[in-house]
């Protein structure tokens, strides 16, 4: 257990629609990073949150938002969902800002329909 | 820009040693991390190298040579609970995100 958690594991919805997925870091923790993957595909990372501000941006969609709150859990938004959405996300925390080793949670899968 | 490459697939037997290969082209280095990821779960760390050489973990040894952008996890004494993607990852600097390689799928047969 790497104390990471995220909610909901499974979430099927159909296109067009809107989803948020919850992640809560590591006590202690500060930076919460949102990931990606698709089936056969690498980790896609998405964004970074450090201690409520947003430092750092991957390939994520304009579609795609996400913010972390003053009890520095994190919520994905992820909007207008389309069929290529469903993948594995996976939100990691890690201690400092810099490079440092991230805990992984145990993901959400969504599958769009 | 950033580049990792890893194989894609690897085959091993039980028992045996087994290296993963990893290079990668960073503006900055910062380390280098391997993950180890098993279908469908979250990665967990295995190892990060910051200095050129050889760290032994255990049945795991991670190495790294910055000059020639090269890394390499090293797997002894195979068990089947290894059967799983490995994955090098390497920050693009200091304060920022971290960039994964594709992973390498391990198969190890008994």
């Known amino acids: 257990d790497s104390g990471v958690t995220q909610t909901p594991k499974h979430l099927i919805t159909a296109t067009g629609q809107r989803v948020t997925l919850r992640c809560s870091p590591r006590?202690?923790?500060?930076?919460v990073y949102w990931y990606q993957q698709s089936l056969d595909q690498g980790l896609q990372f998405l964004i970074q949150?450090?201690?409520?501000?947003?430092?750092a941006k991957g390939n994520i969609l304009e579609r795609f938002s996400a913010q972390q709150f003053p009890d520095l859990h994190s919520e994905l938004n992820l909007s207008s969902l389309e069929l290529g959405d469903s993948a594995l996300y996976f939100c990691?925390?890690?201690?400092?800002?810099?490079?440092?080793?991230?805990?992984f949670g145990p993901g959400t899968r969504l599958t769009v329909l | 820009g950033q580049n990792i490459d890893q194989p894609t697939e690897m085959t091993a037997t039980e028992g045996a040693i087994v290296q993963i290969n990893c290079t990668y082209q960073?503006?900055?280095?910062?380390?280098l991390f391997w993950y180890q990821q098993h279908a469908g779960e979250a990665p967990t760390f295995l190892s990060y190298?910051?200095?050129?050489g050889l760290e032994e973990k255990g049945r795991f040894s991670s190495f790294l040579s910055r000059s020639k952008g090269y890394s390499y996890l090293l797997l002894k004494e195979l068990q089947m609970k290894d059967s799983a993607s490995y994955l090098c990852?390497?920050?693009?600097?200091?304060?920022?995100?971290?960039?994964f390689g594709k992973g390498t799928r391990l198969h190890i047969l008994p």
């Open positions: 990691a925390s890690s201690s400092s800002l810099s490079a440092d080793t991230q805990y």
């Open positions: 006590s202690g923790d500060l930076s």
């Open positions: 949150y450090y201690n409520g501000e947003e430092r």
């Open positions: 960073t503006s900055g280095f910062n380390g």
């Open positions: 190298n910051v200095l050129d």
């Open positions: 990852a390497v920050p693009q600097n200091r304060d920022d995100k971290i960039i």
